[in-house]
């Protein structure tokens, strides 16, 4: 689990400029994501779901 990395940079990016056009789908965007993760899609990280949500405050 890694708190910083170019994951987590790239969660905040694509939140953040998903977020500029539709904050609402930004979140359906980074929960999905972590779902399919969970499901075994990859590696669910609550660390992602921050980056996200970072991502898409700065972009309100």
């Known amino acids: 689990?890694?708190?910083v990395g170019s994951d987590?940079?790239?969660h905040f990016v694509i939140s953040y400029?998903?977020?500029l056009f539709d904050p609402a789908?930004?979140?359906l965007a980074?929960?999905?994501k972590e779902v399919y993760d969970f499901f075994g899609g990859g590696t669910a990280d609550?660390?992602?779901l921050v980056a996200d949500g970072l991502g898409i405050l700065l972009a309100l």
Do not use: S
């Open 1 to 3: 689990m890694d708190i």
């Open 46 to 48: 609550i660390y992602d």
């Open 30 to 32: 980074g929960v999905g």
């Open 25 to 27: 789908l930004a979140v």
């Open 8 to 10: 987590k940079f790239l």
């Open 17 to 19: 400029l998903i977020a």
